[in-house]
C-alpha cells in the first residue's frame, strides 16, 4: 500500500471524526460493517420488532427509535478514546491532504461555523480546557459491537455511541428492521454533528438517538431547536450513500449524481413550509426575544381578558395542550387570574387579531411579498426586517451541501435488495471487494483482517491507542500481562473480528490475540526491545524484552510479525 492508502485502511480500524472527514468513504463502511455484524442482525429476533412488516412507513419508525432510545445512550466524553494533538494529526496527514481543508472541516483544527459552540468556548464545553491548547480528543466512531460493549464500561448501563455511531447504526438497523430501501437513507456530516435523512415520503432525519419529522422540525421546541442547529448554522461537508459520496471539500464524487439531485430536492422540501398561523406561533415559542410584542384575548366568564404571550408560553411547559392548535382554549383556561389583565397592553399584537388575518393564506417565506405583508401586519414591531428575517430562517432553511458540480467517478454501483439474508449480504460484498472500493474498507471496519490488513490494523493498534498506554503507564511489564491475564477471555467481536487495545481496556475483556497487542501497545513506547509476534494453531507468542508472553486465542488468525517488518512498512516510531 502506498502511504495514504495505507492510511486510510489503518483509519478503517480507529474511525476517529477527523479520519472520516478526511476519508469520507469511510462512513459507509462503517454501514456495510454494521450490516454484516451478526450482533444486530438479532435484534430482528426482538419480540419489540414482531410483526414489523405489518405496520405503517412511521410506525415502523417510532418503533425503532424506541428500541434505539431505551439500548443506547449518547457518549461523548474525552475519556474512553484518549487524546491525541492537532500537530501529531497534521503531521500525520501532511503528505497527502490540504491541512486549511482539515481546519475549515473539523472543529478540533480551527472550525468556527456554529457560533452556538464557540460562544460558551467549545474547549470549555468539551472538558478540553483542563489541557494545551492544541490537545484534541480521538472521539472514534464505534462498531455496533463497540456500542453495546458499553455495559461492561464502569459507569455505563446500556450501549452508548457518538453522534457518527448513532447515524450508521440507524442506517444499518433502517435498512434491517424497518425495511427501508439503502437507497433512501443519505448520512450527511458536519464538521460538528452527523445525522440521516429518510427520503421517503415527506422525509425524516435521524439526530443521534432521536427522530425528526417535518412537523417537529417546525414545532419550535427546545428539542427542535438542538435538532435544526446543524443544517441551520453549519455546512454538510460530507454526503454518503448506497451509491457513493460527495465531499465539500473533494472535487471528485462518487454518489450517483441522480440520488444527490433527488436529496437535494427532498431535503429542501423538508426544511420549507409556508408560514401560516400555526408556523408564526411556532415561530414565536423557538424565538423568545419577539413574545414580549404580542398577547393573547381570551374570553372567560363573560369577560374579556388579555394574557401577555410569555406568560401562555411559559404554562405550555406544564401542560399537553399547546399555543397553537385546537388544544389553546384548554390551555386558556389553565392560567391562572392573577396572569389576565382586563386591558390589552397597547404596545403588543393580539394574536387572535392576526390569527384572523392569516387565516386560509400561507405565506411563501421566500418571496418579497410575505416581508410586505409582515409590514403591513406589525408595523409597530421595532427592527422589522429582522424579525422577516428571523422568521424567513425559521420557516425556509437554506441548506449549503456539497456543491454538485464535481467530477464524478464511480465504481459499478453496489446493490443490496431488502430482505437478504446476513449470509447473501457477507456473500456479496466479499464479491465486490476487487471493485468497490467502499466493500473492501467495510471488512476493515468489521475487523476482519485479510493477510494484506496486518499491516493496517497494526499501525491502528499501536500508534492511536492512548487509553491503554495511559492506564498501564506506571505499571511494570510483569504486571501488565498478569492483570491482561486475568481480564475475561472474550471478545467484544464474533467470529474473526478483532478489537483493539483501548477496547480491551475500555471493556475490561479479550481474546488473547487482543491482550498480546494490547501489551504489545504498552511495552513498545518504553523501549522495550521486542522480536516477534506470532499467531499459529490457537496459540500467541509475544517475544519482548527478553522474555516471552504467551496467551491462547480462539480467533482462526496465523501470522508471525516482526518490528522491522513493521518499521520498513511505515509504522511510526515510538514517541
Known amino acids: ?117 464557540f460562544d460558551l468556548d467549545i474547549r470549555r464545553h468539551f472538558g ?11 472521539w472514534k466512531t464505534e462498531t455496533v459491537e463497540a456500542m453495546d460493549a458499553f455495559v461492561h464500561k464502569t459507569g455505563h448501563r446500556r450501549g452508548a455511541g457518538e453522534c457518527v455511531s448513532l447515524s450508521a447504526l440507524y442506517a444499518a438497523a433502517l435498512y434491517l428492521v424497518a425495511e427501508i430501501p439503502l437507497e433512501d437513507i443519505f448520512l450527511l456530516a458536519t464538521p460538528l454533528h452527523s445525522q440521516n435523512f429518510i427520503a421517503r415520503e415527506e422525509g425524516v432525519l435521524t439526530n443521534n438517538r432521536r427522530l425528526v419529522t417535518r412537523t417537529m ?23 454518503a450513500h448506497l451509491s457513493g459520496v460527495i465531499h465539500s471539500e473533494y472535487p471528485q464524487a462518487s454518489i450517483d449524481p441522480q440520488a444527490y439531485l433527488r436529496l437535494t430536492r427532498h431535503l429542501q422540501r423538508f426544511l420549507s413550509t409556508p408560514i401560516t398561523f400555526e408556523i408564526f406561533t411556532n415561530f414565536l415559542r423557538a ?32 401542560s399537553p395542550n399547546r399555543v397553537h392548535d385546537a388544544t389553546l382554549r384548554k390551555l386558556l383556561e389553565e392560567v391562572e387570574e392573577d396572569d389576565l389583565d382586563l386591558e390589552p397592553d397597547p404596545q403588543r399584537y393580539v394574536l387572535n387579531v392576526l390569527e384572523k388575518q392569516l387565516a386560509g393564506k400561507k405565506l411563501d417565506c421566500r418571496l418579497e411579498s410575505t416581508h410586505e405583508e409582515f409590514r403591513q401586519l406589525l408595523d409597530r414591531l421595532p427592527d422589522l426586517p429582522a424579525f422577516c428575517e428571523a422568521i424567513k ?32 449480504i457477507v456473500a456479496y460484498l466479499a464479491s465486490r471487494r476487487r471493485d468497490h472500493p467502499v466493500a473492501d474498507l467495510a471488512f476493515y471496519a468489521a475487523r476482519q483482517i485479510p493477510p494484506e490488513g496486518w499491516m493496517p490494523f497494526l499501525k491502528a493498534c499501536l500508534e492511536r491507542n492512548p487509553v491503554s498506554l495511559e492506564n498501564f503507564a506506571s505499571v511494570a511489564p510483569e504486571e501488565v500481562y498478569a492483570r491482561l491475564e486475568a481480564l475475561p477471555a472474550e471478545s467484544i467481536y464474533e467470529e474473526s473480528g478483532l478489537a483493539t487495545p483501548d477496547e480491551v481496556v475500555n471493556f475490561g475483556r479479550g481474546d488473547g490475540l487482543e491482550k498480546a497487542i494490547c501489551l504489545l501497545n504498552v511495552l513498545r513506547p518504553r523501549g522495550a526491545a521486542w522480536e516477534s509476534l506470532e499467531v499459529a494453531e490457537g496459540r500467541v507468542r509475544l517475544a519482548a524484552g527478553g522474555r516471552e508472553y504467551p496467551f491462547s486465542t480462539k480467533k482462526n488468525y496465523s501470522i508471525r510479525v516482526t518490528p522491522g517488518e513493521l518499521e520498513l512498512k511505515g509504522l511510526a516510531r515510538p514517541g
Not at 501529531?88 to 461555523?113: K, Q, V
Not at 404580542?294 to 369577560?303: I, L
Not at 394574557?307 to 406544564?318: C, D, N, Q, S, V
Open 1 to 117: 500500500m502506498d502511504p495514504r492508502t495505507l492510511e486510510k485502511y489503518s483509519s478503517a480500524f480507529t474511525l476517529s471524526d477527523m479520519e472520516v472527514f478526511i476519508f469520507p468513504e469511510l462512513l459507509y463502511a462503517l454501514v456495510l460493517a454494521n450490516l454484516m455484524s451478526p450482533r444486530i442482525w438479532r435484534w430482528r429476533e426482538d419480540p419489540w420488532f414482531a410483526g414489523m412488516s405489518k405496520l405503517g412507513f412511521n410506525r415502523r419508525l417510532q418503533r425503532l427509535k424506541q428500541y434505539i432510545m431505551e439500548h443506547y445512550s449518547f457518549n461523548l466524553d474525552l475519556e474512553t478514546w484518549g487524546l491525541t494533538t492537532q500537530r501529531r494529526e497534521t503531521e500525520r496527514f501532511r503528505d497527502f491532504i490540504d491541512l486549511d481543508m482539515l481546519s475549515r472541516s473539523n472543529a478540533l483544527f480551527g472550525y468556527e461555523g456554529d457560533k452556538y459552540y
Open 128 to 138: 478540553l480546557d483542563r489541557y494545551s491548547g492544541e490537545t484534541i480528543p480521538y
Open 217 to 239: 422540525w417546525f414545532n419550535g421546541t427546545e428539542l427542535s431547536a438542538k435538532a435544526r442547529r446543524a443544517l441551520e448554522k453549519e455546512r454538510v461537508t460530507l454526503v
Open 287 to 318: 424565538h423568545g426575544e419577539y413574545r414580549g410584542y404580542f398577547q393573547f384575548e381570551y374570553f372567560r366568564d363573560g369577560h374579556r381578558y388579555f394574557i401577555a404571550a410569555e406568560k401562555l408560553f411559559r404554562y405550555e411547559h406544564a
Open 393 to 424: 430562517r425559521f420557516a425556509c432553511t437554506q441548506p449549503r451541501l456539497p456543491s454538485p458540480g464535481k467530477n464524478y467517478v464511480s465504481p459499478p454501483p453496489l446493490s443490496l435488495p431488502l430482505g437478504w439474508s446476513r449470509d447473501q
